[in-house]
């Protein structure tokens, strides 16, 4: 049964996701719609990731330095650690599980909302297309905005792992601007900033498909909600896995 109710979920999810991407009626409704969402989803997010990036590089800064007992372990490798955890891990994977939670409960309230309230249902009547108008321009604006965001995050996280490695005294300036140049391989960036799109569209789309679907009143857009942040994780992790795979192997 259980099977069978996710093969059913899993297709008016992609019922969905045609309508979402049927030809928008008026382009200038859209583009004014997904400005609005880029500010709601994408600059507003800019503080939590400046502030979770710097204290996990200043974390992986210090715990990397802290278990390298050895003394003939070169120091740079802290630079080195802290570049790669930011760039493959954390700046996409870490960020993306942050931003489920604050964005992905954000759309699926909104939207959940709307539909108990019957907003949904007049855009209906008046022939507009719900599906595309309340979800493309979310869609757009994560998978433009995010990669901005995963970049902030490497650099943010690297700034912080120097200025407290250096405060701290456990590396110098110099030996950890050494190690983040280190055998730097560019495509760690071009990798970081796929998954940073794919785990956008993950995020928003279920997120969106669990708000539109909302029958009842407030108790179940709660619901909606947890469920939209719950599945988003669920299967950032599961691409995450897919895609270090195709990406890196």
Known sequence: MNILK???????????????????????VYYRQTIKEIDKLGLQSIWIVTI???????????????????????TYLIGLGTRDSMLLEFSSTVIGLI?????????????????????IDALEIMGVNSASFLILPKIIATVLFNPFLSVLS???GI???WLVGVFTGVVSSQEYINGVQYAFIPFYITYSLIKTVVFA???TT????????????????????TQAVVMSSIFILLFNLLLTQLLLS
Not at 59 to 72: D, G, H, R, W
Not at 99 to 118: C, D, P, Q, Y
Request: zero cysteines; charged letters at 20%; proline letters at 3%.
């Open 52 to 74: 979770i990036s710097a204290f996990m590089g200043a974390v992986i800064t210090l715990q990397t330095a802290y278990n390298m007992e050895n003394p003939f372990i070169p």
């Open 201 to 203: 569209f993950l995020i």
């Open 6 to 28: 996710g093969v059913e979920i899993f297709g008016e999810y992609v019922l969905l996701l045609k309508r979402v991407f049927s030809k928008p009626e008026k382009k200038r």
């Open 154 to 156: 490497m650099i943010v």
């Open 206 to 225: 279920i997120s969106a498909f669990y708000g539109y679907r909302v029958q009842g009143g407030s108790l179940e857009v709660g619901k909606a909600s």
């Open 159 to 161: 700034t912080g792992g």
């Open 99 to 119: 931003l489920a939670g604050k964005v992905g409960s954000n759309i699926a309230s909104e939207i959940g909302t709307m539909r108990v309230s019957e907003q």
